[in-house]
Every structure is written in C-alpha cells, then in structure tokens.
C-alpha cells in the first residue's frame, strides 16, 4: 500500500493574527495544482477556526492543534479540549512535541490521556517523539525512541491506524540548523517502521505516514524525502514562509 505523502508546518508560538491569515492564504494559493500531498498547518490556537474556513473546500489542506487537554472539560483554567478545537474546524492535534515534554513535563500517561481525549472528539494524532543529544551521544537513540513509542502507543486502538501519524523528532535537529543525515533519518525511520511493527502488526506498519522533523528546510527536504522510510516532514521554522513550505511541499 502506498503511503500517504505528508508536510505538516508547526508554527510553535509565532505570528500576529493577520500574518497566519496571509500565510495560510499563501500556502492555499501556492498549492493550487500540487497533487496527492497532505498539507497541515498547525497555528496557534486562537488562529484554528479562522484558518479552518480557508482551508474547508480544499481537499488536501488541513489545521491542526499543536496541543490539547488530557481531560474531557472542567476547571482546568487556561486549557482547551479536544472536542473544542474540532468544533473550530480542527482535524488534527499533535501529542508528544518535545517541547511540550520538555518545558511542561508531558509525561507518557498524559500523553496517552490526550490521544484518548483526541481520538474521542475524532482529531487524527500526529505523535512526535524523538532522543536527546546525549542519548544519541551515549547509543541510546534507539532504545529511548523504542520505549517512547511503545511505552504510548501500545494503549492505540489498532482500528484507528489508519488516521495515526507519527514524527520522529530529534530533539538535537530542533531549531538548531543541524540536521539529520538522511542516513540518520533513514537508519531511524526503518527502526521506527519495525517498531511498530512490533506494536501493531507489519502489514500495519507499512501503511503508517512518518514524518520527519527537525531544521528540514526548502535546501535539505528533497534529499531527507527520497529516503525509503521518511514519507514527509514536520517542518517549524521554515513553515512560517509560504516560499520555503511549497517548496519542502514540491520536494517528493
Ligand atoms: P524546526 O524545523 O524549526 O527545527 O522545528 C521542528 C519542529 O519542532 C517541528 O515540530
């Protein structure tokens, strides 16, 4: 089965409302004519139901939220549920960012309470995981992406595979210019396919979309894509220029 080619753009905490209107507007425009490539922009969330309506009668163009709550509703001050980003048009949500984890300690039992929340309120997830510099200087890549892969994603329905997405992000690659070789990104993503595997079945596997993320940029994507395993990209700061996201989208 062929897998589903995907550019995702996190815009992280950036843009005043009227620059995501002019980006998605551009985006929009510029992607007229790209055929069979899933486009997700993934805004702030005040920007969600007004990036919804731009990309409603496009048939490959999606928004997503860059979080959600762990919890169905309540007094929770300052957080959002997952059934009210769908109701703004959102048909996304991403689960695991590093820097969530990082900066907001996300532990793995959140995470799984958050994709239940999302899969609840019919969001598809796209569940971002990926090693630290020191892990991967001490040969603990492998084994770190295998337990956050495992320790999360053997609590997802194997009837809903068919929406799940996943991101392999190396927290080393994030923000930083330095990217993974396309072998890295390869040699991991191979990993990553056998891994669920291991979860869910091979025939399974096959058909699961991973992105990879991390300084991929308009230069390095085309390279980063003709990799077997790597079936699109999880782009940050070079998603917040229309030029560089439709030319990482004509990278396949
Ligand atoms: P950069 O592309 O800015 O490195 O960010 C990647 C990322 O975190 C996407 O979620």
Request: charged share 25%; proline share 2%.
């Amino acid at each position: 089965m062929k897998r589903k080619k995907i550019v995702a753009g996190n815009w992280k905490m950036n843009l005043s409302w009227v620059e995501a209107f002019d980006l998605a507007t551009s985006i929009k425009e510029k992607s007229e004519g790209v055929a069979g490539i899933q486009k997700i922009i993934f805004p702030p969330l005040p920007y969600l139901q007004m990036l919804s309506v731009i990309v409603e009668d496009e048939a490959d163009f999606f928004v997503g939220a860059q979080n959600c709550s762990e919890h169905e509703k309540g007094a929770y001050t300052g957080e959002v549920s997952a059934e009210m980003i769908e109701s703004a048009g959102a048909s996304f949500v991403l689960v695991g960012h590093s820097e969530r984890r990082m900066y907001f300690s996300e532990t793995n039992e959140q995470l799984i309470q958050k994709i239940n929340q999302a899969l609840k309120s019919d969001l598809k997830i796209i569940f971002c995981f990926g090693e630290h510099l020191n892990e991967r200087n001490n040969n603990l890549h492998f084994e770190t992406v295998k337990q956050q892969l495992v320790e999360v994603l053997k609590h997802y329905p194997k009837e809903k595979t068919n929406e799940l997405l996943i991101a392999y992000e190396p927290v080393w690659a994030i923000g930083t210019g330095e990217t993974a070789t396309p072998a890295q990104a390869q040699e991991m993503h191979a990993f990553v396919r056998k891994t669920l595997s291991e979860i869910f079945s091979n025939e399974i596997a096959q058909t699961i979309s991973i992105l990879y993320g991390g300084s991929c940029n308009a230069q390095n994507a085309k390279e980063l894509f003709s990799c077997e395993d790597v079936d699109g990209g999880l782009i940050g700061g070079a998603s917040l220029k229309a030029e560089d996201f439709c030319i990482i989208m004509n990278s396949f």
